[in-house]
């Protein structure tokens, strides 16, 4: 289930730059992030702290909630 909710989280955030018309590295420096660190959440490698959750989401200038408001399987 871990794996799944880093790659919803992941997809999410892709979701939400596309339709900003941003790059990753346009999101990174929006963030205050790395771009290989960007990429990792995008493709649901990395573990991300709260900390970051808010940096993308200031970014992105959506609530935080909204960057995690999806449902995850208990699979």
């Known amino acids: ?6 790659s919803l989280f992941g997809e999410r955030v892709r979701t939400e730059r596309l339709a900003r018309h941003l790059s990753q590295e346009q999101l990174a420096s ?16 990395r573990n991300v702290s709260l900390v970051n959750i808010s940096r993308l989401s ?8 909204s960057l995690i408001d999806f449902e995850v399987d208990d699979e």
């Open 1 to 6: 289930m871990e794996n799944r909710l880093l």
């Open 30 to 45: 929006l963030a205050d992030l790395d771009r290989t660190y960007v990429s990792g959440v995008e493709r649901g490698k």
């Open 58 to 65: 200031k970014a992105l200038n959506i609530s935080m909630s």
